[in-house]
């Protein structure tokens, strides 16, 4: 069987394709744990529990720590995670829109504009994040029991 590089695979004996594996275990792990992280912030953060912040605090750095290590992979990683996969220009764009892209194994050119925006927004909401008021008291007022 031939595959786009034009070298030979041979063909499984029970007649299906595996799909190729594009994103390494690191990053299949970084996103669930990302997500998880901040699912977990979200809740505690919506439940407006003072006896929650332990929790929410420890996913927020969660959350962080995860970005900091996206970063990392993003240059040190395997070749579908690194920067390279995720180049976005003007033509790409106009190119997806119109329906002509050429297909990618990483994301598409909007895609990877939304990975950004997405990373970014949660770097903006950590750092900016509006403290609540628990009854007089502030997260600043707040002690790790």
Do not use: N
Not at 43 to 59: E, N
Not at 113 to 125: D, G, T
């Amino acid at each position: 069987m031939a595959t786009r590089q034009g070298t030979q695979r041979q063909a499984p004996q029970h007649g299906l394709t595996r799909p190729p594996v594009v994103f390494d275990a690191p990053i299949r792990l970084w996103h669930w744990a990302f997500a998880g992280s901040l699912t977990v912030s979200l809740v505690t953060g919506l439940a407006d529990d003072v006896a929650l912040m332990d929790v929410h605090l420890g996913a927020g750095y969660c959350v962080l720590g995860l970005l900091l290590f996206r970063l990392g992979w993003f240059v040190w990683g395997g070749r579908h995670s690194r920067a390279a996969a995720y180049v976005v220009t003007p033509r790409r764009l106009l190119s997806q829109l119109r329906g002509h892209s050429e297909p990618t194994s990483a994301h598409t050119p909007f895609g990877a504009l939304l990975l950004f925006a997405l990373w970014s927004l949660v770097v903006v909401q950590a750092k900016v994040a509006p403290e609540p008021d628990h009854g007089g008291r502030s997260v600043r007022d707040w002690e790790p029991s």
